[in-house]
């Protein structure tokens, strides 16, 4: 079997994310990825990766720290980009007109119309573009959406609470943050970032939005110091908001969020239906990543334990192949090999770059809510009729 040849483009803290899951494939006996360059400014940061890979894979991945070099070897079929918000369109760009498949971490880009332009020029040339969104994929998050559409233990969903309530200031001496601080250099905070993965499994549970209200506050106006690109700048992005989120089938969820609030933290994810709730049991931005529990009217509890065994032996083995390549449960395994089975032409991906811009335009939404003050239709921010908040953005890096 001939092998896809992948290369990640940035080394930081996420990059090991995906090359553990890469390991869980391989060590499970998968023979269709290798892992043939890596890519990043800081040489070290490639090298301490080239070192966890060969670990489980033979051949050595080359090392660049410039990725114009990269794409002239031709040693990749295809990329992973591992990179800050503000470097996906532009090299994610780069990539495709070089005739390379990519996978971006989420977001997409750090507006819709960034983004509209990676699926535009991934469609011309007809190559894939995905979005690494892992957690709809672990087990345990696959049970939870089995659970409420076939087996209906809560009947038919009404509404979500979830919060995320605690003191925790960004460390802007640390390099991840300084350029997630700055709108211009991360598209938005915390809503375009973890909120993403929210984001994402909300329309994966519950389907099309109708519409947004939220309410923003920015409290933290630290200045950053040597900020990429911009050097010395004053934070502006939120760290407080309240959303509603009405779903077109009838479900609102309501979604808070503070990293400033002092004297006592909240973290709780609240999913009722008509019999009962399903309740997240760990960090409430990453939907059921660690399962959820049902508690039922009757006082009846059944386990997040119960819920993904019961799933799993509701799957014939050809289905469970399919959803769990390779027996792997790993979020960032599963799409990496659904990345590479893309690329070879035996599947379209789960989350491609029109997917990625729906969850986008989701974030999007409760940004243009806020500038507006007033609720929005989620369709008139995903068609682009409405776009005041992401003006700055698209200014600053051109796009148009």
């Given amino acids: 079997m001939e092998k896809v040849r992948i290369g990640i483009i940035g080394c930081g803290g996420i990059s090991k994310c ?7 494939l391989i060590e499970n006996g998968c023979e269709e990825i290798e892992i043939t360059a890596l890519c990043d400014e800081n040489r070290d940061n490639a090298e301490e990766k080239k070192n966890m890979i060969l670990k489980f894979q033979k051949n050595e991945p080359l090392i660049f720290t410039n990725y114009e070099d990269v ?9 992973v980009l591992c990179l800050p918000h503000f470097l996906h369109h532009t090299i994610g760009l780069e990539l495709l007109k070089n005739n390379y498949h990519i996978m971006i971490e989420k977001p997409l880009a750090l507006t819709l119309k960034a983004g509209e332009k990676l699926v535009d020029e991934a469609k011309k040339r007809n190559l894939v573009l995905s979005v690494a969104e892992n957690i709809r994929r672990y087990l345990s998050s ?38 997630r601080g700055i709108k211009v250099l991360s598209g938005g905070g915390m809503i375009l970032d973890s909120g993403h993965h929210f984001a994402d499994m909300l ?14 506050k920015r409290y933290d106006e630290r200045i950053i110091e040597n900020a990429p690109i911009l050097g010395s700048h004053k934070a502006d992005v939120e760290d407080m908001w309240n959303a509603i989120i009405k779903f077109k089938n009838g479900i609102f969820v309501n979604w808070v969020y ?50 993904e065994k019961e799933f799993l032996d509701s799957l014939s083995n050809e289905e469970k192949e399919e959803i769990f390549p390779y027996n792997c449960y790993d979020g960032f395994g599963i799409e990496w090999i659904d990345f590479a089975r893309g690329i070879k032409g035996e599947r379209k991906v789960e989350i491609d770059g029109e997917e990625g811009l729906r969850i986008m335009a989701f974030c999007e939404s409760c940004y243009e809510s806020d500038y507006l003050k007033s609720q929005v239709k989620f369709e008139d921010v995903y068609k682009g009729k409405i776009k005041n908040y992401q003006k700055e953005i698209n200014e600053f890096w051109e796009i148009k």
Avoid at 71 to 79: R, T, W
Wanted: aromatic share 16%; glycine share 10%; charged share 25%.
């Fill in 18 to 24: 995906h090359i553990d899951g890469v390991k869980i």
């Fill in 71 to 79: 794409i002239s070897k031709k040693v990749c079929d295809g990329f």
């Fill in 142 to 179: 696959r049970s939870i959406k089995w659970i409420i559409e076939n087996k209906k233990y809560v009947g038919e969903m009404r509404f979500a609470l979830v919060s995320l309530v605690m003191n925790a200031p960004f460390d802007y001496t640390r390099y991840a943050f300084k350029w």
């Fill in 203 to 216: 329309l994966y549970l519950f389907g099309e939005v109708d519409e947004i209200f939220c309410e923003i």
């Fill in 258 to 307: 503070s990293r400033i609030a002092l004297g006592f933290d909240l973290n709780f994810g609240l999913y009722y239906g008509k019999n009962g709730v399903i309740k997240d049991k760990s960090f409430v931005f990453h939907p059921f990543q660690n399962g959820g529990d049902i508690i039922l009217n009757d006082g009846k509890v059944l386990t997040s334990e119960q819920i």
